[in-house]
């Protein structure tokens, strides 16, 4: 199993995109999700995360814009971005605690999505 994600593209400055994660099999479903972001030469920088309990962080950058959701019908998670600026532009990429029909949770990474915002 691995993680797919979708959503990434060319935007312009104030636009909006949605970014999707989900597991290649649906057998495994997402418990807990996080979106992070990088640049080149630059630190991954967590940008959204959302626990099983639907406790939820966001960066101090994407508050107020970003908001991160979980479909349990779709076994997806999202990642919502609003008034998207040219400082966003970045790889997005997901992180996922997946448990499997035995009860077993894994930790994987997505391969990441390319989000640009043109100014």
């Known amino acids: 199993v691995h993680l797919v994600e979708s959503g990434g593209g060319l935007v312009q400055h104030g636009g909006s995109l949605r970014l999707s994660c989900t597991p290649s099999?649906?057998?495994?479903?997402?418990?807990?999700v996080e979106w992070y972001r990088q640049t080149p030469g630059n630190r991954r920088e967590l940008v959204a995360s959302?626990?099983?309990?639907?406790?939820?962080t966001y960066a101090d950058s994407a508050k107020g814009r970003f908001t991160i959701s979980r479909d349990s019908a779709e076994n997806a998670a999202y990642l919502q971005m609003n008034n998207l600026k040219p400082e966003d532009t970045a790889i997005y990429s997901c992180?996922?605690?997946?448990?499997?029909?035995?009860?077993?949770?894994?930790?994987?990474w997505g391969q990441g999505t390319q989000v640009t915002v043109s100014s």
């Open positions: 099999e649906r057998t495994w479903t997402i418990v807990d």
């Open positions: 959302l626990k099983s309990d639907n406790r939820f």
């Open positions: 992180d996922a605690a997946l448990r499997n029909t035995a009860g077993y949770e894994y930790q994987y």
